[in-house]
């Protein structure tokens, strides 16, 4: 009896994603020693992925209808797209709980990339970096891929003396295993693998990279320096195929390949000038994650992963000890074959961008617009406001005057009241005053020689004709008389104090617009 399930299961019986799967081929072991086997999914596959997919929606349906026993008060029902995703993450990690894969999913916002990422993480007790809400959720395309496998199968064994070792050695072959199987599991209870334990990604990319330097020489393909995630990211913003190649550094077949494929310069070229080129040892947590979620058979291996359908998806799988001329070949024939997908996706892009250019110069000229229709619209406001207030103080103004005139007559009025009674022309004391108005006009009247010269001016004043604002000049001498109280003259002095005779005749000079 093996313990199979201590080491990587027989390629026949365990278990791939539908993204990343080796398809068996007919008649496998057939041919001769060291020969290529071409494998290509066949349809009953594609059958097998739509009942999983009928099977999982009607289960779905159930749990979630209204007093279904089955269904949790919080669990609500996923759309078309969140099925996909989480179809494709079961497809990726191998969980058999699709409980467990919806509920890694939701943690990271239904970021398929990112739970895997994380998947291993988790089951040690580490915590995850869950993804914040994109801004845009990712779109899954729910057509079955073909996923092309290339295996390069190690030579059987050929004559009587061959297969007579064969089985001489397999006895002591399955007893290593199994001891080491054996080992392993149980160091699994005493020590967690540390693999398990990412910590610094991109330090595991460095150290390998100056690993693989030390042992095979600076000649290679350029290395992708980050992690896996942000490889992908950068494969799917730049619509190039991504080379993720996994190196074990305990087969065989490793050195070999690194020194006489991996370093051809014909292989670089083609690497560096069409691909992005990811490479890790499985070793390095990092690698060993990459590793449980690609599920490899055996090294060397290597796939091909390119944005198809809105998807990061593996379109290739090369496994075993391949050459460079047969690597090249299978590498051309993965990108020719899956090149459309990213034409498609380029004319998608540009599509896009310039829908979202017009759009954009759409919003600007609307913008522009409204920034237009805005500034006339303030303009007339503050016209408006500029008349209204204009009208207001105009108003004010009238008012204003208004109210000051009727002041003014009041206090004429006030005046004219107020004025002692004119002597009699007979009176030997009284002097007769003729007063020359600005408008040409004369008006005469007696007044007292005792009376103060106020007296001829509230007279004046009292006058409809005579201005607002005015002074009293004499002729001879030509003079000012103080008639109101200055600094000067605090008392204005009477008519015969100023010197004035029987009759005078004095001018009204008008101070209004002074």
């Known amino acids: 009896m093996s ?27 057939a041919g001769s020693a060291g020969e290529p086997r071409r494998e290509e999914e066949g349809g009953g596959k594609r059958g097998r992925q739509r009942r999983r997919r009928r099977h999982f929606r009607r289960v779905t349906e159930r749990r979630v209808r209204g007093g279904s026993k089955m269904a949790a008060p919080e669990e609500r029902e996923l759309t078309a797209e969140q099925t996909e995703k989480l179809l494709q993450f079961q497809d990726l990690t191998g969980i058999e709980s699709m409980d467990q894969c919806r509920h890694t999913l939701e943690q990271h916002n239904w970021n398929i990339e990112a739970a895997v990422q994380d998947r291993l ?212 024939f993965i990108m ?16 896009r961008n310039q829908t979202q250019v017009l759009r954009q110069q759409q919003d600007e000229a609307y913008l522009a617009s409204l920034r237009a229709d805005q500034e006339k619209e303030r303009k007339k406001k503050e016209e408006r406001e500029r008349k209204k207030k204009k009208e207001e103080e105009v108003q004010q103004q009238k008012l204003a005057e208004e109210r000051r005139r009727q002041t003014l007559q009041e206090e004429k009025e006030r005046k004219s009241e107020c004025l002692p009674p004119e002597p009699h022309p007979d009176d030997p004391e009284s002097v007769k005053i003729i007063f020359k108005l600005p408008n040409d006009s004369r008006v005469e009247r007696r007044f007292h020689f005792t009376q103060s010269l106020t007296v001829i001016h509230d007279f004046l004043f009292s006058l409809k004709e005579s201005p607002e604002k005015f002074q009293i000049e004499a002729n001879f001498p030509r003079r000012v008389l103080p008639c109101l109280p200055t600094e000067e003259w605090p008392n204005p002095p009477t008519l015969q104090e100023a010197g004035l005779s029987h009759t005078e005749v004095l001018f009204v000079q008008d101070l209004t617009d002074d």
């Not at 278990?15 to 068996?24: I, M, Y």
């Not at 092309?148 to 030579?155: K, Q």
């Not at 992690?227 to 065989?252: C, I, M, P, W």
């Not at 090149?339 to 998608?348: A, D, G, M, P």
């Open 121 to 332: 993480n988790e089951q040690e007790g580490v915590p995850s970096v869950f993804n914040p809400p994109p801004s845009r959720p990712l779109q899954v395309n729910t057509a079955d891929h073909r996923i092309y496998s290339y295996v390069v199968s190690r030579p059987q064994p050929r004559g009587l003396l061959g297969w007579g070792y064969y089985f001489m050695m397999l006895p002591f072959r399955f007893t290593y295993y199994t001891l080491l199987d054996i080992f392993r599991f149980a160091l699994r209870f005493i020590r967690p693998d540390p693999r398990s334990r990412v910590t610094d990604p991109v330090g595991d990319i460095i150290s390998f990279i100056h690993m693989f330097e030390e042992k095979y020489g600076r000649i290679h393909p350029v290395f992708y320096q980050g992690t896996y995630s942000q490889a992908l990211n950068d494969a799917k913003r730049e619509l190039r195929f991504l080379l993720v190649y996994l190196h074990g550094d305990d087969h065989q077949d490793t050195d070999e390949f690194c020194r006489n494929t991996l370093c051809v310069p014909e292989v670089i070229t083609l690497i560096n000038t069409r691909m992005l080129f990811w490479a890790c040892s499985t070793n390095k947590p990092e690698g060993y994650r990459v590793s449980q979620a690609l599920r490899e058979n055996t090294y060397p291996f290597l796939a091909v992963i390119m944005l198809k359908d809105r998807r990061m998806t593996v379109v290739g799988r090369l496994e075993g000890l391949i050459q460079a001329d047969d690597l090249i070949n299978q590498l051309i």
């Open 3 to 29: 313990f199979g399930f201590f080491r990587k299961a027989p390629r026949a019986l365990r278990p791939f994603p539908a993204s990343a799967r080796v398809f068996p081929a007919a008649g496998e072991g």
């Open 336 to 351: 020719d074959a899956n090149q459309t997908y990213l034409v498609s996706e380029r004319l998608e892009r540009e599509e």
